[in-house]
Protein backbone atom coordinates (compact mmCIF):
# COMPACT_ATOMS: atom_id res chain seq x y z
CA UNK A 1 0.00 0.00 0.00
CA UNK A 2 0.71 3.70 -0.17
CA UNK A 3 2.99 4.86 2.47
CA UNK A 4 4.43 8.47 3.56
CA UNK A 5 8.08 8.94 4.81
CA UNK A 6 7.64 11.64 7.70
CA UNK A 7 10.47 13.45 9.48
CA UNK A 8 11.73 14.21 11.48
CA UNK A 9 9.91 12.13 14.24
CA UNK A 10 10.53 14.80 16.82
CA UNK A 11 12.18 17.88 17.05
CA UNK A 12 12.73 19.75 20.77
CA UNK A 13 13.43 23.78 19.96
CA UNK A 14 13.48 26.57 21.65
CA UNK A 15 10.31 29.10 21.47
CA UNK A 16 10.68 31.48 18.95
CA UNK A 17 12.89 29.07 16.36
CA UNK A 18 10.85 28.37 12.74
CA UNK A 19 10.61 24.76 12.62
CA UNK A 20 10.22 22.58 9.38
CA UNK A 21 9.02 19.35 8.84
CA UNK A 22 8.35 17.38 5.84
CA UNK A 23 6.68 14.03 4.15
CA UNK A 24 7.48 12.04 0.83
CA UNK A 25 5.63 9.20 -0.64
CA UNK A 26 6.40 6.51 -2.79
CA UNK A 27 3.07 7.22 -5.00
CA UNK A 28 0.94 10.20 -6.51
CA UNK A 29 -1.67 12.07 -4.38
CA UNK A 30 -4.01 14.54 -5.51
CA UNK A 31 -4.40 16.58 -2.23
CA UNK A 32 -1.86 16.93 0.58
CA UNK A 33 -3.24 17.80 4.48
CA UNK A 34 -1.38 18.42 7.63
CA UNK A 35 -2.94 18.05 10.85
CA UNK A 36 -2.35 18.69 14.16
CA UNK A 37 -2.93 16.21 17.32
CA UNK A 38 -3.22 17.25 20.97
CA UNK A 39 -3.57 14.70 23.60
CA UNK A 40 -6.89 12.75 24.29
CA UNK A 41 -8.06 14.93 21.15
CA UNK A 42 -8.42 13.91 17.30
CA UNK A 43 -6.85 15.35 14.58
CA UNK A 44 -7.27 19.21 13.32
CA UNK A 45 -6.79 19.89 9.81
CA UNK A 46 -4.21 23.03 9.71
CA UNK A 47 -3.77 23.26 5.84
CA UNK A 48 -5.39 21.44 2.60
CA UNK A 49 -2.87 21.49 -0.41
CA UNK A 50 -4.55 20.74 -3.46
CA UNK A 51 -2.66 21.53 -6.78
CA UNK A 52 1.13 20.40 -7.44
CA UNK A 53 3.48 23.61 -6.64
CA UNK A 54 0.69 25.36 -4.66
CA UNK A 55 2.24 27.20 -1.46
CA UNK A 56 -0.54 28.00 1.07
CA UNK A 57 -0.26 29.79 4.27
CA UNK A 58 -2.34 29.86 7.64
CA UNK A 59 -0.69 32.19 9.80
CA UNK A 60 2.44 31.55 10.87
CA UNK A 61 2.31 27.95 9.49
CA UNK A 62 2.98 27.55 5.52
CA UNK A 63 3.19 24.85 3.43
CA UNK A 64 3.78 23.38 -0.11
CA UNK A 65 2.72 20.60 -2.45
CA UNK A 66 5.40 19.64 -4.39
CA UNK A 67 5.92 19.99 -7.87
CA UNK A 68 6.11 15.74 -8.24
CA UNK A 69 3.01 15.33 -6.45
CA UNK A 70 4.91 13.04 -4.11
CA UNK A 71 5.69 15.25 -1.61
CA UNK A 72 4.90 18.13 1.04
CA UNK A 73 6.49 20.58 3.46
CA UNK A 74 5.23 22.37 6.81
CA UNK A 75 7.08 25.07 8.46
CA UNK A 76 6.02 27.24 11.34
CA UNK A 77 7.47 30.46 12.14
CA UNK A 78 8.56 31.83 14.97
CA UNK A 79 7.09 28.98 17.48
CA UNK A 80 4.82 29.90 20.55
CA UNK A 81 4.11 26.91 23.72
CA UNK A 82 0.77 25.97 21.74
CA UNK A 83 2.22 24.99 19.13
CA UNK A 84 3.25 21.68 21.03
CA UNK A 85 1.30 18.66 19.55
CA UNK A 86 2.29 15.83 16.84
CA UNK A 87 1.84 17.46 13.30
CA UNK A 88 1.15 14.47 10.59
CA UNK A 89 1.13 15.08 7.18
CA UNK A 90 -2.03 13.34 5.09
CA UNK A 91 -2.13 12.60 1.17
CA UNK A 92 -5.56 12.08 -0.60
CA UNK A 93 -6.20 10.20 -3.75
CA UNK A 94 -9.48 10.19 -5.50
CA UNK A 95 -11.21 6.91 -6.84
CA UNK A 96 -14.09 6.84 -9.21
CA UNK A 97 -16.28 9.84 -8.05
CA UNK A 98 -15.28 10.47 -4.59
CA UNK A 99 -12.68 10.59 -2.24
CA UNK A 100 -10.89 8.01 -0.47
CA UNK A 101 -9.53 7.55 3.41
CA UNK A 102 -6.70 9.26 4.18
CA UNK A 103 -2.66 8.02 4.45
CA UNK A 104 -0.92 9.54 7.27
CA UNK A 105 2.58 9.79 8.01
CA UNK A 106 3.90 8.79 11.37
CA UNK A 107 3.70 12.22 12.39
CA UNK A 108 6.54 14.79 14.09
CA UNK A 109 6.51 15.42 18.10
CA UNK A 110 7.02 18.89 18.38
CA UNK A 111 8.46 19.93 21.91
CA UNK A 112 9.16 23.01 23.02
CA UNK A 113 11.72 24.69 25.41
CA UNK A 114 10.81 27.83 27.49
CA UNK B 1 -23.08 22.84 15.89
CA UNK B 2 -21.85 19.76 17.17
CA UNK B 3 -18.77 18.11 15.56
CA UNK B 4 -17.99 14.00 15.29
CA UNK B 5 -19.54 12.25 18.51
CA UNK B 6 -17.76 8.86 19.39
CA UNK B 7 -18.71 6.15 22.22
CA UNK B 8 -17.74 5.77 24.57
CA UNK B 9 -14.24 7.55 24.85
CA UNK B 10 -13.16 4.81 26.76
CA UNK B 11 -13.18 1.10 26.87
CA UNK B 12 -11.32 -1.06 29.32
CA UNK B 13 -12.75 -5.26 28.07
CA UNK B 14 -10.81 -8.34 28.68
CA UNK B 15 -9.89 -10.87 26.01
CA UNK B 16 -12.60 -12.68 23.78
CA UNK B 17 -15.69 -9.78 24.93
CA UNK B 18 -17.02 -8.31 22.18
CA UNK B 19 -16.87 -4.49 21.51
CA UNK B 20 -18.70 -1.79 19.67
CA UNK B 21 -17.46 1.46 18.99
CA UNK B 22 -19.86 4.06 17.61
CA UNK B 23 -19.96 7.23 15.75
CA UNK B 24 -22.13 9.94 14.85
CA UNK B 25 -21.12 11.54 11.46
CA UNK B 26 -21.24 15.96 11.28
CA UNK B 27 -25.33 15.85 10.03
CA UNK B 28 -25.09 16.37 6.05
CA UNK B 29 -21.73 14.51 5.53
CA UNK B 30 -21.70 11.90 3.42
CA UNK B 31 -18.56 10.24 4.31
CA UNK B 32 -17.72 8.13 7.35
CA UNK B 33 -14.02 7.22 7.74
CA UNK B 34 -12.78 4.81 10.84
CA UNK B 35 -9.49 4.96 11.77
CA UNK B 36 -7.25 3.15 14.51
CA UNK B 37 -4.42 4.87 16.02
CA UNK B 38 -1.05 2.62 17.49
CA UNK B 39 2.36 3.96 18.63
CA UNK B 40 3.67 1.43 16.07
CA UNK B 41 1.59 2.04 12.94
CA UNK B 42 0.34 5.27 13.56
CA UNK B 43 -2.70 6.38 12.32
CA UNK B 44 -5.02 3.81 9.28
CA UNK B 45 -7.53 3.76 7.56
CA UNK B 46 -9.65 0.74 8.10
CA UNK B 47 -13.34 1.60 6.32
CA UNK B 48 -15.02 4.05 4.77
CA UNK B 49 -18.92 4.62 3.93
CA UNK B 50 -20.10 6.56 1.23
CA UNK B 51 -23.94 7.87 1.64
CA UNK B 52 -23.83 4.47 4.32
CA UNK B 53 -22.51 2.19 1.96
CA UNK B 54 -18.75 0.80 2.57
CA UNK B 55 -16.79 1.75 -0.31
CA UNK B 56 -13.26 0.46 1.02
CA UNK B 57 -12.75 -1.94 3.59
CA UNK B 58 -9.55 -3.19 2.53
CA UNK B 59 -7.92 -1.94 6.06
CA UNK B 60 -9.68 -4.23 7.94
CA UNK B 61 -7.49 -5.69 9.95
CA UNK B 62 -9.46 -9.27 9.48
CA UNK B 63 -12.37 -10.79 10.07
CA UNK B 64 -13.21 -10.24 13.74
CA UNK B 65 -13.61 -6.56 12.73
CA UNK B 66 -17.05 -5.49 11.37
CA UNK B 67 -18.27 -1.75 10.14
CA UNK B 68 -21.79 -0.84 9.40
CA UNK B 69 -23.84 2.08 8.68
CA UNK B 70 -27.49 1.57 9.41
CA UNK B 71 -28.21 5.13 8.62
CA UNK B 72 -26.97 8.69 7.51
CA UNK B 73 -26.52 9.25 11.37
CA UNK B 74 -24.74 6.70 12.77
CA UNK B 75 -21.64 4.12 12.59
CA UNK B 76 -20.25 0.96 14.36
CA UNK B 77 -17.53 -0.41 14.72
CA UNK B 78 -17.32 -3.80 16.11
CA UNK B 79 -14.35 -6.53 17.05
CA UNK B 80 -15.41 -10.13 17.74
CA UNK B 81 -13.69 -11.66 19.76
CA UNK B 82 -11.09 -8.77 20.81
CA UNK B 83 -7.38 -9.77 21.48
CA UNK B 84 -4.47 -7.28 23.73
CA UNK B 85 -3.65 -6.14 19.83
CA UNK B 86 -6.40 -4.58 18.70
CA UNK B 87 -5.67 -1.91 21.87
CA UNK B 88 -5.68 1.37 19.97
CA UNK B 89 -7.48 4.70 19.75
CA UNK B 90 -9.88 4.40 17.69
CA UNK B 91 -11.51 7.26 15.39
CA UNK B 92 -14.51 7.93 13.39
CA UNK B 93 -14.79 11.06 10.89
CA UNK B 94 -16.73 12.57 8.24
CA UNK B 95 -16.80 15.24 5.24
CA UNK B 96 -18.91 16.50 3.02
CA UNK B 97 -18.33 15.78 -1.17
CA UNK B 98 -20.37 19.40 -1.22
CA UNK B 99 -17.41 20.98 0.69
CA UNK B 100 -15.01 22.09 -2.02
CA UNK B 101 -12.18 20.94 0.34
CA UNK B 102 -13.21 17.49 1.40
CA UNK B 103 -11.71 18.46 4.77
CA UNK B 104 -12.15 15.32 7.05
CA UNK B 105 -13.32 16.35 10.39
CA UNK B 106 -12.47 14.27 13.53
CA UNK B 107 -14.39 12.67 16.55
CA UNK B 108 -12.42 12.89 19.85
CA UNK B 109 -11.68 9.13 19.64
CA UNK B 110 -12.19 6.17 21.96
CA UNK B 111 -9.76 4.62 23.34
CA UNK B 112 -9.50 1.21 23.43
CA UNK B 113 -7.93 -1.15 26.12
CA UNK B 114 -7.93 -5.29 25.72
CA UNK B 115 -6.39 -6.97 28.76
Known amino acids: GQQLNQSPQSMFIQEGEDVSMNCTSS?????WLWYKQDPGEGPVLLIA?????ELTSNGRLTAQFGITRKDSFLNISASIPSDVGIYFC??????????????FGKGTHLIIQP | DAGVIQSPRHEVTEMGQEVTLRCKPI?????LFWYRQTMMRGLELLIY????????DSGMPEDRFSAKMPNASFSTLKIQPSEPRDSAVYFC?????????????FGPGTRLTVL
Open chain 2, 93 to 105: ASSSTWDFSNTQY
Open chain 1, 27 to 31: SIFNT
Open chain 1, 49 to 53: LYKAG
Open chain 1, 90 to 103: AGQGYSGGGADGLT
Open chain 2, 27 to 31: SGHDY
Open chain 2, 49 to 56: FNNNVPID
